[in-house]
């Protein structure tokens, strides 16, 4: 069955960088788009951005554009997220999560809804 | 960009009651909307996708309808185990999906 396994917490300082995993598991990796969605606490989910896993093309919510990564390794069926630039209001839960919506071509962005979600990695950012 | 509003932000009902929650978009969206429940340290899950398709294994005491830029999410009889956070997403501006910013469903 499909299961995302993301990596640990992180503990970063202000102005720091961070990366995140997501290791895929239980089908063909490159078939369908993966996401990024960030919760700060106490508040609402926070769409980050997403990655084409077949072509590497990514696409960033405007907020954080400049700031995020997203990055593929089809080899270890791992994505992975860089934020840069830390601070204090990066504090939250980083998911990842997988569309069930199928890769539509090199250049092609889509969503049907996210299908399937890792299970949350803290990064905390104090000085 | 597609800005999500929900109402209300949150909510007090009992076991039994029915309660609606609102979603509504910047602009017209068709049907690509999804409905997310979430639950305090848990990753969220979807519950309708496409407006009004139920995902597989959700209770159908859950509904959602609408289409355009307004849509609802219906819960005919909570449930104790229906306490949760509610996200509406929408999947048509591709490739940037936004949420709304959740309704908590609390115990009155």
């Known amino acids: 069955q499909v299961q995302l396994v993301q990596s640990g917490a992180e503990v970063k300082k202000p102005g720091a960088s961070v990366k995140v995993s997501c290791k895929a598991y239980?089908?063909?990796?490159?078939?369908?788009?993966f996401h990024w969605v960030r919760q700060a606490p106490g508040q609402g989910l926070e769409w980050m951005g997403m990655?084409?896993?077949?072509?590497?093309?990514?696409a960033y919510a405007h907020r954080f554009q400049g700031r995020v990564t997203l990055t593929r390794d089809t080899s270890t069926t791992t994505v992975y997220m860089e934020l840069s630039s830390l601070r204090s209001e990066d504090r939250a839960v980083y998911y990842c999560a997988r569309d069930r919506g199928s890769v539509c071509g090199a250049e092609c962005f889509l969503s049907e809804y996210l299908e399937h979600w890792g299970q949350g990695t803290l990064v905390s950012v104090s000085s | 960009d597609i800005r999500m509003t929900q109402s209300p932000s949150s909510l007090s009902a009992s076991v039994g009651d029915r309660v609606t929650i609102t979603c509504r978009a910047s602009q017209s969206i068709d049907n690509n909307l999804n409905w997310y429940q979430q639950k305090p340290g848990r990753a969220p899950k979807v519950l309708i996708y496409?407006?009004?398709t139920l995902q597989s294994g959700v209770p159908s005491r859950f509904r959602g309808s609408g289409s355009g830029t307004e849509f609802t999410l219906t819960i005919s009889s909570l449930q104790p185990e229906d306490f949760a956070s509610y996200y509406c997403?929408?999947?048509?501006?591709?490739?940037?999906?936004?949420f709304g910013p959740g309704t908590k469903v609390g115990i009155k």
């Open positions: 496409a407006a009004s």
């Open positions: 997403q929408q999947s048509s501006s591709a490739p940037r999906f936004s």
């Open positions: 990655i084409n896993p077949s072509s590497g093309r990514t």
């Open positions: 239980g089908y063909t990796f490159s078939n369908y788009y």
